[in-house]
C-alpha cells in the first residue's frame, strides 16, 4: 500500500480506512453514515477516491494475479460478458434539452465535476458511464473472468452500450504480470454468448491463436444460408467448454451481493470502477486463502 512521503501527515492506518470502503459498498450506506469506528468518512471517502484515480486498486488486483500465475493458479479460459446496473439519482444529474418533449440530453448525462483539480479525474469519460433507456439511467459492467471466476479485467459503458464492441478493449486490458518476461496478455480460449459472434472478433481471435467458444445466433445461421457458399463454413464450438461459461454470471452475482455495486450511487466512473476492483481483489484473495 502507498505510504506517506516528504513532509506530509502520517496516514490514518490503511486497514481501518479499507475496511470503511469495503463496508461503505457492501452496505451501500452514504459516505456520511459511515460508523465512526472507521474514522471521519472523508478521510475513507478521499483514501477510496485517490486510491481509484490513481491506479492503486488496479495494481494491486494486478500483483496478487502475478502471484497466482506464477503459483500455476489461473485458468486461461477466459469468458467475457456483461451485467447492467442501475444508477440511483444521486449518481447522475442530468442536463435535459428546453423541448417539451425533454428527453434529448444536451451534453451527456452524467453530472459536471465540480473539482477544482483537473488532473484528478484524467481518466474520467466524458459520458460518466451513464446511459439513459427505457429503465432509466444505468451503467454496463463489462469483466472479463478465468476459469475460476476470479475477475482479469473490469470496464464501464453506458448501460444501452453493446456487447461485442467491448470484447476487443476488454482483451486488450488483460494483463498478467510475471518475474520473468513480458506480461501475459493471451489466452488459451475465449468463452462468450450469441451477443459477441461476430467475423471481426472471430478473426481477432484466430489471429492471435486463441480459441474461440462463441456460440452462432439463429439470425447469422439464417443469413449465411440464404447468401449461399459465399457466407462461410457453418461456426463450430466446444458445447462442453461452452458449460463453463457460467463462471462469469457467478462473478457478477458475487459482485451484486455488495449493494454500493448493485446499485450506482457515486457520480463519477472511475470511483464506481475502482469499487469494482477492490471487490475483485477481495474475491481473488479469498479464493487464494489469504484474507490476513
Not at 217 to 239: L, W
Request: hydrophobic share 35%.
Amino acid at each position: 500500500m502507498p505510504q506517506a512521503v516528504g513532509r506530509s501527515r502520517p496516514w490514518r492506518d490503511h486497514r481501518q480506512v479499507v475496511e470503511g470502503i469495503v463496508f461503505r459498498y457492501r452496505t451501500g450506506v452514504a459516505w456520511r453514515d459511515l460508523p465512526g469506528r472507521f474514522g471521519p468518512w472523508q478521510t475513507v471517502w478521499k483514501r477510496h477516491h485517490r486510491f481509484a484515480t490513481d491506479g492503486t486498486w488496479d495494481k494491486l488486483l494486478r500483483v496478487i494475479q502475478a502471484e497466482a500465475d506464477e503459483a500455476g493458479r489461473v485458468d486461461w479460459n477466459v469468458s467475457v460478458d456483461s451485467s447492467i446496473v442501475r444508477a440511483h439519482q444521486h449518481s447522475a444529474m442530468a442536463k435535459r434539452s428546453a423541448r417539451e418533449d425533454r428527453t434529448v440530453l444536451v451534453e451527456h448525462t452524467g453530472a459536471v465535476s465540480n473539482d477544482k483539480n483537473p488532473r484528478c479525474c484524467r481518466d474520467e469519460p466524458g459520458d460518466h458511464a451513464l446511459g439513459r433507456s427505457r429503465g432509466g439511467l444505468s451503467t454496463k459492467i463489462h469483466a472479463a473472468v478465468d476459469g475460476r471466476g476470479r475477475p482479469l479485467a473490469i470496464l464501464l459503458t453506458p448501460g444501452q452500450a453493446g456487447d461485442a464492441p467491448m470484447m476487443l478493449p476488454l482483451l486488450a486490458h488483460l494483463r498478467v504480470q510475471r518475474t520473468i518476461g513480458r506480461p501475459r496478455t493471451r489466452p488459451d480460449r475465449v468463452l462468450a454468448d450469441k451477443a459477441y459472434s461476430s467475423r471481426a472478433i472471430r478473426a481477432h481471435l484466430r489471429t492471435r491463436g486463441i480459441g474461440s467458444v462463441i456460440p452462432e445466433p439463429d439470425d447469422q445461421k439464417a443469413h449465411r444460408k440464404r447468401i449461399g457458399s459465399s457466407g462461410g463454413r457453418p461456426v463450430t464450438y466446444d458445447r462442453t467448454a461452452y458449460r463453463g461459461r457460467n463462471v462469469i454470471e457467478r462473478a457478477f452475482n458475487g459482485f451484486k451481493h455488495w449493494r454500493g455495486l448493485a446499485t450506482r450511487y457515486d457520480k463519477h466512473a472511475i470511483v464506481y470502477r475502482g469499487g469494482l476492483v477492490l471487490a475483485a481483489v477481495l474475491l481473488w484473495l479469498t479464493d487464494l486463502g489469504d484474507t490476513s
